[in-house]
């Protein structure tokens, strides 16, 4: 029950990435289609050829502590400067 809810979320965020519609509107019924057959895929892919999970769990706790540590707070220091000058 949790991949179609992950699966959910990851389609919609890749639709306002790529196509840049953040909008409430629904996805196209093709577009849509796409996205979740090329989700799906990326996914079936990796658990066929990871036999260690341990593998990818250390590579994606190495990129998001990465993104936090350094990357996050970054950001968010520019856009609170940017408010800043604005205002």
Do not use: Q
């Amino acid at each position: 029950l949790t991949f179609p809810m992950e699966l959910f979320v990851a389609r919609h965020a890749l639709n306002n990435i790529i196509f840049g519609d953040p909008s409430n509107m629904p996805i196209p019924t093709t577009r849509h289609v796409v996205i979740t057959l090329s989700l799906w895929t990326l996914a079936l892919i990796v658990a066929l050829t990871v036999s260690n999970l341990g593998l990818v769990l250390e590579l994606v706790g190495a990129f998001s502590g990465s993104m936090i540590g350094y990357i996050f707070p970054a950001l968010c220091y520019l856009k609170v400067r940017r408010k800043n000058r604005k205002a």
